[in-house]
C-alpha cells in the first residue's frame, strides 16, 4: 500500500545512461516502491542522447516498477541544456535529496544545489575503465564526492578507495547491493534436469550462463576461452551470454574462432531476466573488475549455483565451496576447472544452491537495504536525529532514531569504522 504523503520529502535518482542502461538501474527503479513505505517520494532523473532506442526499455522498466522516470536529453559534454533542466526539475519539484549514481549527476549535483538548496547523496557502484576517456571521468567522480553528504558504496573495496579519495569516515558507508527476493524466486527446474541424478551428465549438455555488458571488465573472453577448453576434454555444455556492447563483434569473432558455435550463444540483451536464470544449471561470473554485481545476487536468489572470480566485494558474498565457488581473475585453466567440478556433481550444484537462496535471503533483502538507506536520509535530512548509540557486543552498533518509523542496525562495515 503507497503510504507516501504529498509533504514527504523528494529524493531525485540522477543517473547519465546510454542505451538500455545496466546493473544499477536494478537498485535506482526499484527503491521508489520501497521508499514509498518509509516516508519518501521519489523520482529518477536519466540523462540519455536525444536518439536512443534503448531508452525505450528503460522507460518499460520503469514503468514495470511503478517509478516515475524523467527524461533529460544530453547532446554531450557542452549541452548546457542538461543543467538548466535539472535545476529547474529541483526547484519546480522542492527536491530535498539529490542522489547521483555516477561522475556526471555527481558533478551535476555540487552545480544544481548553487541554484536550489538541497542535500547531496551519491552510490558508488564501482570504477572501471573501459574507454580512453574513463579515467579523466573518475578523477572527476573522486573529487566531487569528498564534498557530498553521504557517500554509499556497494562493495568494501569501494569504500577504501573513497577513503582514500578524501571522505570522511563519518559520510562514507558501505551498503551493499540487495535483491526483492519476493519477485526473484524460481519457479522451474531447468529442462536439462540438472537437478535430477537420473539423467547421466554425459548424455546431455550443461546450461551454463553469464549476463553483462559485452566489455572487457566483464571477461567474456576468459568464459569463451574456458568453454572451449571444456570441450576438448569431450565435457558437453552449452552457454548462453546475455548482454550487448562494444565488444559484440570481437567476441563474435572470438567464438568461431575457437569453433564454439555450437557451443556458445551471444543472445543479446533479455526482456527477462527470471526466465534467463530459470534455464539454467549453472551462472559463471569472469569479471576482471567489478563492485558487487547484481547478476551474481540474482542467480544466487534464483538458486543457480554460481562460480565468480574473487574480486572485490564478491569473496564477502562467497565463501568458496559453501555457497559458490570462487575463482581468480584472469584464469582461463581456474575457470574452466570450477566449471568442470560443477558439471560433474549435481549433488554439489544442489548445496550450493541452496546456500546461496539463503544467503540472499538472510543477508542481501532488498526491504532491508531501502531501510538502511531511508535511515541514512533521515539523518541528513536531521529527520529522525539519533538518540543514542548502543553497543550490545562484538562490533555491532544499533542507530536508533528519534522516530519509530525506522529503526537500522549497521554492522562495523556499514559505518566504515
Given at each position: 500500500?503507497?503510504?507516501?504523503k504529498?509533504?514527504?520529502?523528494?529524493?531525485?535518482?540522477v543517473?547519465s545512461?546510454?542505451?538500455?542502461?545496466?546493473?544499477?538501474?536494478?537498485?535506482?527503479?526499484?527503491?521508489?516502491?520501497?521508499?514509498?513505505?518509509?516516508g519518501?517520494?521519489c523520482?529518477?532523473?536519466?540523462?540519455?542522447?536525444?536518439v536512443?532506442?534503448?531508452?525505450k526499455?528503460?522507460?518499460?522498466?520503469?514503468?514495470?516498477?511503478?517509478?516515475?522516470?524523467?527524461?533529460?536529453?544530453?547532446?554531450?559534454?557542452?549541452?548546457?541544456?542538461?543543467?538548466?533542466?535539472?535545476?529547474?526539475?529541483?526547484?519546480?519539484?522542492?527536491?530535498?535529496?539529490?542522489?547521483?549514481?555516477?561522475?556526471?549527476s555527481?558533478?551535476?549535483?555540487?552545480?544544481?544545489?548553487?541554484?536550489?538548496?538541497?542535500?547531496?547523496v551519491?552510490?558508488?557502484?564501482?570504477?572501471v575503465?573501459?574507454?580512453?576517456?574513463?579515467?579523466?571521468?573518475?578523477?572527476?567522480?573522486r573529487?566531487?564526492?569528498t564534498?557530498?553528504?553521504e557517500?554509499l558504496?556497494?562493495?568494501?573495496?569501494?569504500?577504501?578507495?573513497?577513503?582514500q579519495?578524501?571522505?570522511?569516515?563519518?559520510?562514507?558507508?558501505?551498503?551493499h547491493n540487495?535483491?526483492?527476493t519476493?519477485?526473484?524466486t524460481?519457479?522451474?527446474r531447468?529442462?536439462t534436469?540438472?537437478?535430477?541424478?537420473?539423467?547421466?551428465d554425459?548424455?546431455?549438455?550443461?546450461?551454463?550462463g553469464?549476463m553483462?555488458?559485452?566489455?572487457?571488465?566483464?571477461g567474456?573472453?576468459?568464459?569463451?576461452?574456458?568453454?572451449?577448453?571444456?570441450?576438448a576434454?569431450?565435457?558437453?555444455?552449452?552457454l548462453?551470454?546475455?548482454?550487448?556492447?562494444p565488444?559484440l563483434?570481437?567476441?563474435?569473432?572470438?567464438?568461431?574462432?575457437?569453433?564454439?558455435?555450437m557451443?556458445?550463444?551471444?543472445i543479446?540483451?533479455?526482456?527477462?531476466?527470471k526466465?534467463?536464470?530459470?534455464?539454467?544449471?549453472i551462472?559463471?561470473?569472469?569479471?576482471r573488475r567489478e563492485?558487487?554485481?547484481?547478476?551474481?545476487?540474482?542467480?544466487?536468489?534464483?538458486?543457480?549455483?554460481?562460480?565468480?572470480?574473487?574480486?572485490?566485494?564478491i569473496?564477502r558474498?562467497?565463501?568458496?565451496?559453501?555457497?559458490g565457488?570462487l575463482?581468480?581473475?584472469?584464469?582461463?585453466?581456474?575457470?574452466?576447472?570450477?566449471?568442470?567440478?560443477?558439471?560433474?556433481?549435481?549433488?554439489?550444484?544442489?548445496k550450493?544452491?541452496?546456500?546461496?537462496?539463503a544467503?540472499?535471503?538472510?543477508?542481501y533483502?532488498?526491504?532491508?537495504?531501502?531501510?538502511?538507506v531511508?535511515a541514512?536520509?533521515?539523518?541528513?535530512?536531521?529527520?529522525?536525529?539519533?538518540?543514542?548509540?548502543?553497543?550490545p557486543?562484538?562490533?555491532?552498533?544499533?542507530?536508533?532514531?528519534a522516530?519509530?518509523?525506522?529503526?537500522?542496525v549497521f554492522?562495523?562495515?556499514?559505518?566504515?569504522?
Open positions: 500500500m503507497d503510504t507516501t504529498d509533504n514527504d520529502p523528494l529524493v531525485l535518482h543517473r545512461v546510454t542505451g538500455f542502461g545496466g546493473g544499477p538501474e536494478k537498485t535506482i527503479l526499484n527503491s521508489p516502491r520501497f521508499l514509498r513505505g518509509l519518501y517520494r523520482a529518477c532523473a536519466y540523462m540519455h542522447p536525444p536512443d532506442k534503448g531508452f526499455l528503460l522507460q518499460q522498466r520503469a514503468a514495470d516498477a511503478n517509478a516515475e522516470l524523467i527524461s533529460v536529453s544530453d547532446r554531450g559534454a557542452w549541452d548546457w541544456r542538461v543543467l538548466t533542466r535539472l535545476i529547474q526539475t529541483c526547484r519546480r519539484r522542492r527536491v530535498a535529496i539529490w542522489h547521483g549514481h555516477d561522475y556526471k555527481n558533478a551535476f549535483g555540487l552545480i544544481v544545489r548553487r541554484f536550489w538548496p538541497m542535500k547531496l551519491t552510490t558508488l557502484h564501482g570504477w575503465e573501459h574507454t580512453r576517456r574513463t579515467p579523466l571521468y573518475y578523477r572527476i567522480d573529487s566531487c564526492i564534498r557530498y553528504d557517500v558504496c556497494v562493495s568494501e573495496d569501494l569504500h577504501e578507495s573513497a577513503l579519495c578524501g571522505v570522511m569516515p563519518e559520510r562514507c558507508r558501505v551498503i540487495a535483491i526483492d519476493e519477485i526473484y524460481r519457479s522451474t531447468p529442462a534436469s540438472a537437478w535430477v541424478a537420473s539423467t547421466p554425459s548424455l546431455r549438455p550443461i546450461s551454463l553469464a553483462g555488458r559485452l566489455s572487457n571488465e566483464k567474456f573472453d576468459l568464459l569463451i576461452r574456458a568453454v572451449a577448453e571444456l570441450k576434454q569431450g565435457l558437453k555444455c552449452h548462453k551470454i546475455a548482454g550487448d556492447g565488444l563483434s570481437e567476441l563474435t569473432d572470438l567464438v568461431r574462432e575457437m569453433q564454439c558455435e557451443e556458445i550463444e551471444l543479446g540483451q533479455v526482456a527477462d531476466n526466465a534467463f536464470f530459470d534455464s539454467l544449471d551462472f559463471v561470473l569472469s569479471s563492485g558487487l554485481p547484481n547478476v551474481l545476487l540474482e542467480a544466487m536468489a534464483m538458486e543457480v549455483p554460481v562460480v565468480a572470480t574473487g574480486i572485490a566485494g569473496p558474498l562467497i565463501q568458496s565451496g559453501a555457497n565457488i575463482v581468480p581473475p584472469d584464469s582461463v585453466e581456474e575457470l574452466a576447472g570450477a566449471m568442470q567440478k560443477l558439471m560433474k556433481e549435481p549433488e554439489l550444484r544442489k550450493l544452491a541452496d546456500a546461496g537462496r544467503t540472499i535471503e538472510h543477508d533483502s532488498f526491504q532491508r537495504r531501502m531501510e538502511r531511508a541514512i536520509y533521515d539523518q541528513v535530512l536531521d529527520r529522525s536525529p539519533i538518540r543514542s548509540l548502543i553497543v557486543s562484538g562490533d555491532r552498533i544499533q542507530l536508533v532514531p522516530s519509530d518509523r525506522v529503526q537500522t554492522s562495523s562495515e556499514h559505518t566504515g569504522k
